[in-house]
Structure formats: C-alpha cells, structure tokens
C-alpha cells in the first residue's frame, strides 16, 4: 500500500508506502484511491542498527535532563522498554524505529524515516490548541503546520524528498482524515541483516487528532510544489 507516490523521479525509484485514505468530513465523504506496492530498500553498508546503546540509565526521566537529550532513538527504545511511560521530552508522538538519526540513517532508511516524520508532524498538529482558533472559518493552518514540520532540512529525510512525497501526501495529512495502514510492511536491509517494521503489529500509527476538526480544512500547497503535483496527477 502507498501514501501517494513521488515521482517516478525520485531517488532508487522507491514510492512511499501507504493506504488510500478515508476523508471523513462532516458535509463531505469520499474516497482517494491510490496504488499499492510493497515497499523494499536497497542493502547498504551502515553501523549495525542491532547495536543499542542498552536500557537507558535511571536518570534519564530525570526532568532536569534537557529535552535535547531525549532524540528520536532514545525515545524509541524508552517506548520499547517501558511502554507508554515515556519521558515527557519524547512529545513527537511515534517512534517507528532508531534509525532516523545522523550516523545510522542513510538513502536506504529515507522512506522509513520521511513516513515516521511525516506522522510525527502529524500528530504534533493533531495535539496543538491553537488549531482550534478561529471556529468555524474555514482554512489551510491545520495542513501547513503539516507542511511545515513535515518538510525541513533533515539528514534523514531531506527537504527535498519531503517535498516530493508531500506534493502527494498532503491530503493524507487533515485532521479529520482516517488511513488504514495495517497493510504496510518495511524492509530494510543492512550488512547484518534485515530490519523490519510491520505497520500491523506497531500501531503507533492509529491515532485521532484533538485539535483541528472543529474546521472545515483546505490544503496547503506552496507554488513550489504545485507543479510537481500537476505533473504526477498527469502520469
């Protein structure tokens, strides 16, 4: 299954998994359909990604740590270990995996790690009061706060990759959306072996927004990406 596709121009030809999504609006429903394809990467040669760094040291839920200790992998492997009970500083919301951070990601873990963030700006939205403001006026704010933590300068998933997918994607990305992505399985194939992330088992995926529904939505697309839409709507 495929969040809707990058061009056929993107990097190893690889699309980004997803599943046609449900748009459930209050006046409005209706289907998108996108195509399916199992998603595989390339083998690349990494630092082993089974090589934890070990059950974090009691101190780390200190609250005197800084927030910026807590990156993506700690918080990963604290959820691993301790469940739901995470240190308040790991707020993105999902931890898919260890591997999207500098020194273990790398052009094979750039769709693992693009969706993961794609979600992460989701939910970060999802939760953020200020989405409410302004009832009932219809807008765009919900899928440009998206947008804009979604499509940054990221070593493991580059602005410019971010923005292919969200030329694609950005519907996917509306509070009042609902996608099934049980289907979707990741591959990842490292020197020591295989990493595997299947969507049907870690469910992180499966959450509902707080803020951002009382509106009615529109997207959010900068005139730097509509092109590329246009041209991959015409393929």
């Known amino acids: 299954t495929q969040i809707p596709r990058p ?9 980004w998994p997803t599943y046609s999504p449900f748009f459930q609006h209050p006046q409005n429903q209706w289907n998108a359909q996108y195509p399916y394809q199992q998603v595989r990467a390339e083998s690349i040669t990494l630092q082993n990604p089974y090589q934890k760094s070990g059950p974090p040291p009691p101190n780390m839920m200190d609250a005197n740590l800084p927030c ?14 301790m469940g739901a009970l995470v240190s308040k500083c790991c707020n993105k919301g999902i931890y898919l995996t260890d591997v999207c951070i500098p020194g273990k990601c790398s052009n094979s873990t750039t769709q693992l790690c693009c969706f993961q ?3 992460q700006a989701k939910y970060s939205c999802c939760n953020d009061p200020t989405q409410d403001e302004g009832a009932p006026k219809m807008t765009n704010k919900f899928n440009k706060c998206c947008h804009n933590l979604f499509v940054t300068d990221d070593p493991c998933c580059p602005e410019s990759a971010a923005r292919r997918y969200w030329s694609t994607a950005y519907e996917v990305c509306m509070p009042t959306v609902t996608v099934d992505f049980s289907p979707v399985r990741f591959e990842v194939h ?5 990493r595997v992330l299947d969507l049907s088992v870690d469910r ?12 009615p939505q529109f997207a959010y697309l900068p005139s730097d990406h509509i092109v590329v839409a246009d041209f991959i709507r015409g393929l």
């Open 7 to 15: 061009p056929s121009s993107s990097p190893n030809g690889n699309t």
């Open 117 to 119: 963030k794609f979600l």
């Open 190 to 194: 490292f020197t020591e072996g295989v």
């Open 204 to 215: 992180q995926w499966e959450f509902n927004c707080t803020h951002g529904v009382k509106q």
């Open 68 to 81: 910026s200790a807590f990156t993506d992998d700690i918080c990963h492997q604290q959820r691993e270990q």
